[in-house]
C-alpha cells in the first residue's frame, strides 16, 4: 500500500483516493494533493529521531512490534539532552532513558498503568524523568527526588509505505 503522493486526489466527501470512493459517499469534488512530507524526508531533516537504529534498535525492539521515532523536540529533551552536549545525570544512559519511555508507553497500552486515549491511535502516557533544564514545560508535573512526570503523546499510524508506525512527541506536537 503506498501513501499519498503530489497529483493524488482525495474525495472531500468520503477520503478516497484517485476516484476510489467509500460506500455511501456523495462524491463531493476531489481535491488535489500539492505536497507530501515523508517520515523519511522527517528523519534525514531531523524533524524525527529514528530509534530504529543501534544502540537505541536494541531497546525499542524488546517491547515495540513496529519501528518507533521521536520528536526532534521529545527526543533532546527527555532521551539525549543535546542543548547540554549529551550530558546525562551520573548513572544514567541513552539507552536507559530511552528504556524508560518506551516501557511506560508497553504498560499504557497493556494496561497497567494509566493513559488518557484520543483516539483509537493516539494515546497520552506518563513517565517520570530527570530533566537538565530548570524551566519547566507544560506537559511536566513535579515528580519525586528531583524527577518530573512528563506526559507524551504516541501516534501509530502508516508510515511512508503504508505500514505501521510509532511516533512519540510532546502533547501539543502533530
Known amino acids: 500500500m503506498s501513501q499519498l503522493k503530489a497529483g493524488d486526489c482525495v474525495c472531500a ?48 525492539c524488546q517491547l515495540l512490534k513496529w519501528p518507533l521515532a521521536m520528536t526532534a523536540t521529545a527526543f533532546n529533551r527527555y532521551v539525549w539532552p543535546a542543548a547540554g552536549e549529551g550530558k546525562l545525570p551520573s548513572g544514567q544512559s541513552l539507552e536507559g532513558r530511552l528504556w524508560d519511555i518506551v516501557w511506560m508507553f508497553h504498560a499504557a497500552i497493556k494496561g497497567t498503568v494509566p493513559c488518557w486515549r484520543l483516539s483509537p491511535e493516539v494515546l497520552l502516557f506518563d513517565f517520570a524523568c530527570v530533566v537538565a533544564d530548570s524551566a519547566r514545560w507544560p506537559n511536566e508535573r513535579a515528580g519525586v527526588e528531583g524527577s518530573r512526570r512528563v506526559t507524551l503523546k504516541a501516534v501509530c499510524g502508516p508510515g511512508d509505505e503504508g505500514e505501521p508506525v510509532i511516533t512519540f512527541m510532546l502533547p501539543e506536537e502533530d
Open 13 to 60: 466527501s468520503c477520503g478516497g483516493i484517485n476516484g476510489r470512493h467509500r460506500a455511501l459517499c456523495v462524491r463531493d469534488s476531489p481535491v488535489e494533493v500539492i505536497s507530501v512530507y515523508t517520515r523519511k524526508q522527517a528523519i534525514a531533516d531531523g524533524v524525527l529521531v529514528d530509534c530504529d537504529q543501534p544502540p537505541m534498535r536494541d531497546v525499542c
